[in-house]
């Protein structure tokens, strides 16, 4: 299993903690579990309760360390991209090698020689990022290793976040019992994921990720992340118009905004979507025509927020519009936004097995964004015990040990046969 890497990725959001655990396996990518884990404990822009959030860390890798048989590590970690700045610098080192080839150390050192400029003390340096490579007058984006040169040009964004918040998040899977193996803001890992970068080379792309506690607004602009900015408005305050108006619960109102509204509807019926019990223990009823008229308001409310915002960028050229976040699973919103801003929009939702949930973009888009800068860092560490691991699914060892293999077969074999008996 010496081709076998497994990896997990966790990303702390305002109402949950997600955590999932992939492999790649012959150049494939696949999920062994998803974790989400309730948890308040982070608002937009700083961790209100570390302890609730410590203890959401720790029973996701829990859960997800029993169901695979080996005990979780380490972490690929999201950084929410508050107060995200970037700053982009051009770096030229020489080639000194006796062959004049270009090394991974040669890219290193560009690296480390970029990380020297100081970004002031409000900041936190999240990931070095090589945009492109120059060699002999040539521009590529792609590693010119082994390309022969005197000079290496490279031109790297140092994308920065929030200095307090990266720390306390950090400080919060320590204390968790993990260790973080490297980190990327969340904005950059859903490019990653969405393969948005490839897309923004001949145009603007623009990130709405939206999530509970409010919308980050990405933008990508010839392949690279530019800048990011927090409106606080988020689907908790759609899902609150329902708890006001008719005393449901979040969550309940949340489901009925997800999986029951139909955004991009001319005419709403008075066909029952919901049926609940109120506190008195009476049955309460919710039409499609009442959920609509409850919480249009405030989405057309949201709509014009983000028109104003994107307005500038809308104006400078083509774009592009891509919803994500638990909010890209909203019915009709990219209909919505697409006569409001007249533009290409769609939703993203994972193609891969297992995620697929615009929720999980971001986490999913760590994977990736680690896996492509293992040829610059070189690192080959899993994020749990391989050899534990390994003997928790190998069948040779069931076998040494007279025990049956757990497969779907036996189990329905003791089911069966307990019921006889």
């Excluded at 492999?23 to 884990?37: A, G, L, M, W």
């Excluded at 937009?44 to 695979?68: G, H, R, T």
């Excluded at 990380?115 to 521009?139: E, F, H, M, R």
């Amino acid at each position: 299993m010496d081709d076998k890497q497994i990896f997990a990725a966790l990303e702390i959001t305002g109402h949950e903690v997600r955590l999932i655990v992939g492999e790649f396996f012959n150049t494939r990518f696949n999920i062994i579990k998803v974790e989400q884990v309730p948890c308040t404990g982070l608002s937009l822009n700083a961790v209100e309760q570390p302890e609730e959030v410590v203890d959401a860390i720790q029973k996701a890798a829990a859960d997800a360390s029993k169901l695979i048989g080996a005990p979780l590590q380490k972490v690929i970690l999201a950084i929410p991209s508050v107060n995200m700045h970037r700053y982009s610098v051009k770096v030229t080192v020489p080639i000194e090698g006796i062959d004049g080839e270009i090394t991974v150390e040669n890219i290193r050192q560009a690296m480390r020689k970029a990380q020297t400029i100081n970004i002031g003390k409000g900041y936190a340096l999240i990931q070095t990022d090589c945009v492109k490579y120059t060699v002999n007058g040539i521009s590529t984006r792609r590693l010119p290793i082994g390309e022969k040169a005197r000079q290496l040009t490279v031109e790297i964004d140092m994308l920065c976040a929030d200095r307090k918040l990266s720390f306390d998040l950090v400080g919060c899977v320590e204390k968790a019992g993990l260790s973080v193996m490297d980190i990327y803001l969340d904005i950059y890992a859903v490019s990653k994921e969405a393969a948005l970068f490839e897309q923004s080379v001949d145009q603007n792309v623009i990130i709405l990720k939206l999530e509970r506690e409010g919308t980050t607004l990405g933008l990508l602009n010839k392949g690279r992340v530019t800048s990011a900015v927090i409106n606080p408005v988020g689907l908790a305050s759609f899902a609150q118009a329902l708890v006001e108006a008719y005393g449901m619960g979040m969550n309940e109102a949340m489901e009925q905004i997800k999986y029951s509204a139909r955004l991009d509807e001319k005419v709403y019926g008075d066909m029952l979507v919901h049926i609940w019990p109120d506190a008195n223990g009476h049955s309460r009823t919710l039409s499609e025509k009442q959920l609509i008229e409850c919480i249009q308001p405030r989405i057309q409310s949201w709509v014009q927020d983000v028109g104003n915002l994107c307005g500038p960028i809308l104006q400078a050229g083509k774009t592009a519009v891509i919803i994500t976040g638990e909010g890209g699973e909203l019915q009709g919103l990219d209909s919505l936004l697409r006569r409001h801003l007249n533009c290409e929009v769609r939703n993203y939702i994972p193609e891969t097995i297992g995620g697929r949930n615009s929720g999980l973009t971001a986490c999913l888009g760590l994977f990736y964004a680690y896996k492509d800068r293992l040829p610059i860092t070189g690192y080959t560490d899993n994020s749990l015990d391989m050899e534990k691991f390994i003997r928790s699914v190998s069948y040779r060892e069931a076998r040494a040990e007279g025990k049956p293999e757990d497969t779907l077969t036996n189990k329905l074999k003791g089911i069966i046969f307990d019921s006889r008996k």
